[in-house]
């Protein structure tokens, strides 16, 4: 299994399709727009002013994470460095490869944090202790 850094991440941006006085549209398409295919659709919303999610890292599952709406900043941990990411666009992902610890907070009122997965939901793919996921980056 290859061994991703923060600096391996970044925010893609996608096509806005505009529609004079009618708003933006924003595809995101298996095979077209994404690294990897989607097998899960998951969102977050109605996360108390002050709070945190995430706080685990993934052993295999890529993710595109997306501000549907609202704002929130994602630190991702390689376990050497840390990179923060404001999202704020719904035009924009946080693309996030395997195994990297990541902290969500911030959430601005009303904020949806969508996220498109790239495996079906398995309790073991999540490290959830910050010294096992050391140990797990360490032994790659
Ligand atoms: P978790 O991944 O810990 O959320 P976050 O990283 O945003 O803090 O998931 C929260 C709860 O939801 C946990 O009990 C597991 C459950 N869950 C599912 O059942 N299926 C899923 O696809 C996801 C992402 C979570």
Redesign the pocket.
């Known amino acids: 299994m290859e061994k991703y850094k923060v600096s391996d991440c970044a925010i893609v941006e996608f096509d806005r399709h505009h529609s004079d006085r009618k708003g933006n549209l924003t595809v995101v398409e298996n095979g077209e727009t994404l690294p990897f295919n989607v097998k899960?659709v998951?969102y977050?919303y109605d996360v108390p002013g002050g709070e945190s999610?995430?706080?685990?890292a993934h052993k295999k599952l890529e993710q595109l994470i997306i501000a549907a709406s609202g704002s929130f900043t994602v630190t991702l941990d390689d376990g050497k460095c840390k990179r923060s990411f404001f999202l704020n666009h719904p035009y924009k992902g946080l693309y996030v490869k395997p195994g990297l610890w990541r902290d969500?907070n911030d959430f601005s009122s009303g904020a949806v944090c969508l996220?498109l997965?790239s495996e079906m939901?398995q309790k073991e793919d999540?490290i959830r202790d910050y010294d096992e996921f050391l140990k797990f980056v360490q032994s790659k």
């Open positions: 899960r998951y977050l999610r995430g706080a685990h969500l996220v997965a939901y999540y």
